[in-house]
């Protein structure tokens, strides 16, 4: 299974982002998706999950209402809209991706980096 995260770049506060990441390898529907971001000097922490269907989501507390995670089975890829972005979100983002549970997951991406400007 490869991840392939993309969509990172520079934008200032207040601005929007979409990271995307296309999965290969694998059935795609199968897999309870994550989003994930590590900031530096900090540990890597949850950001949002989709469950195999898309049904249902789940965000941290930090990113409600400002970030949206949705899924493309057909395209094999999850999304990850960031909207109303404010500095703290500055981090290396991660996909992942898992059999079982939206808190387990088995496969992760390299790595998009967001830099929010304030």
């Known amino acids: 299974v490869q991840l392939q995260a993309s969509g990172g770049g520079l934008v200032q506060a207040g601005g929007s982002l979409r990271l995307s990441c296309a999965a290969s390898?694998?059935?795609?529907?199968?897999?309870?998706m994550g989003w994930f971001r590590q900031a530096p000097g900090k540990e890597r922490e949850f950001v949002a999950a989709?469950?195999?269907?898309?049904?249902?989501?789940y965000y941290a507390d930090s990113v409600k209402g400002r970030f949206t995670i949705s899924r493309d089975n057909a395209k094999s890829t999850v999304y990850l809209q960031m909207n109303s972005l404010k500095p703290e979100d500055t981090a290396v983002y991660y996909c992942?991706?898992?059999?079982?549970?939206?808190?387990?997951?088995?496969?992760w991406g390299q790595g998009t980096q967001v830099t929010v400007s304030s």
């Open positions: 390898g694998c059935t795609f529907s199968n897999y309870v």
């Open positions: 989709v469950t195999w269907s898309g049904g249902s989501t």
């Open positions: 992942a991706g898992g059999l079982r549970r939206v808190d387990e997951y088995d496969y």
